[in-house]
C-alpha cells in the first residue's frame, strides 16, 4: 500500500511501455495540481499568482501528448 501522490519509478517504467511521454506528464500533472492545491488551501499568494499558468499546463500536458502520439 502507497500513500504518495506520484508512483514509483517502477510504475513510471510500466506507464513508459505504453507511451513513452505517459510518466513525463503524469510528474508534471502532480506538480501543477500541487501549485493549485497550494493557492486554494494555503492561500498562498506565489501560488495564486500562478493558477492561471497551472491550469494552462494541465491542458498542455493532455494535448501535447495526444498531438504526439497521434504522429507516431
Known amino acids: 500500500l502507497r500513500y504518495a501522490p506520484i508512483p514509483t519509478a517502477a510504475e513510471l517504467a510500466d ?32 501560488a495564486i499568482k500562478w493558477l492561471p499558468l497551472s491550469a494552462a499546463g494541465i491542458i498542455s500536458v493532455f494535448i501535447i501528448g495526444r498531438t504526439r502520439r497521434k504522429r507516431s
Do not use: C, K
Request: proline share 3%; no cysteine; charged share 20%.
Open 15 to 46: 506507464y513508459d511501455r505504453v507511451d513513452p511521454s505517459f510518466s513525463n506528464r503524469i510528474v508534471a500533472l502532480v506538480g501543477i495540481l500541487y501549485l493549485i492545491y497550494l493557492a486554494i488551501q494555503e492561500n498562498n499568494e506565489t
